[in-house]
Antibody, heavy 118, light 111 residues
Framework: QLQLQESGPGLVRPSETLSLTCTVS????????WSWIRQPAGGGLEWIGR???????NYNPSVYGRVTMSADTSRNQFSLRLTSVTAADTAVYFC?????????????WGQGALVRVS | QSVLTQPPSASGTPGQRVTISCSGS????????VNWYQQLPGMAPKLLIF???ERPSGVPDRFSGSKSGTSASLAIRGLQSEDEADYFC????????????FGGGTKLTVL
């Protein structure tokens, strides 16, 4: 059973850097590409970006210049770094891994981690 | 404001069929496939439909998706109380450097 778990500080001060790590168990992350999505309280989903095992990244224009995604495949982990945070970055942050296997799209999410900027 | 537009709410009684719409543009739904997600309260979103109308293993066939032009729809037949949740459409947008878009979400209430 593939499982994802987000970890990191739940409280970040304005102007500082938000850092989260997603630890994956049950399969090698090298088979997938890795994404971060966030959801403010009572709000909708906002895609932050994705990272492929090749190193290719795509980021949401709304966070350009502030976001970096990276991975440590030896630890089966990938990470999100968001700089210069403001209250608008307060949200539940989800990590997700996705991939195509045998014509089917697989999509696994972590339970989410609440990060408050205050 | 989401570029993919969904109605904020929908409702139905048990056993009914309900549909949820998702409207986009040529740069997203018009060009790329649509996924649908179900989010139960306090839970992470779960993939319901991918590639417009494909169901992942384990998703009941009561759920179906369709796409026409720049719009997509999720249909749920034989509505059940456990279907009460938020539903989100999603699609890749071919705009500047590309970006994955989510709809604003539709809260489905089972009356």
């Amino acid at each position: 059973q593939l499982q994802l778990q987000e970890s990191g500080p739940g409280l970040v001060r304005p102007s500082e850097t938000l850092s989260l790590t997603c630890t994956v168990s049950g399969d090698s992350i090298n088979k997938y590409f890795w994404s971060w999505i966030r959801q403010p309280a009572g709000g909708g989903l906002e895609w932050i970006g994705r990272l492929y095992p090749t190193g290719t990244t795509n980021y949401n224009p709304s966070v350009y210049g502030r976001v970096t995604m990276s991975a440590d495949t030896s630890r089966n982990q990938f990470s999100l770094r968001l700089t210069s945070v403001t209250a608008a970055d307060t949200a539940v942050y989800f990590c997700a891994i996705r991939g195509w296997f045998g014509g089917a799209f697989l999509d696994y999410w972590g339970q989410g981690a609440l990060v408050r900027v205050s | 404001q989401s570029v993919l537009t969904q109605p904020p709410s929908a409702s139905g009684t048990p056993g009914q069929r309900v549909t949820i719409s998702c409207s986009g543009s040529n740069s997203n739904i018009g060009t790329n496939s649509v996924n649908w997600y179900q989010q139960l309260p306090g839970m992470a979103p779960k993939l319901l439909i991918f590639s417009n109308n494909e169901r992942p293993s384990g998703v009941p066939d009561r759920f179906s998706g369709s796409k026409s032009g720049t719009s997509a729809s999720l249909a749920i037949r034989g509505l059940q109380s456990e279907d009460e949740a938020d539903y989100f459409c999603a699609a890749w947008d071919d705009g500047l450097n590309g970006s994955w878009l989510f709809g604003g979400g539709t809260k489905l209430t089972v009356l």
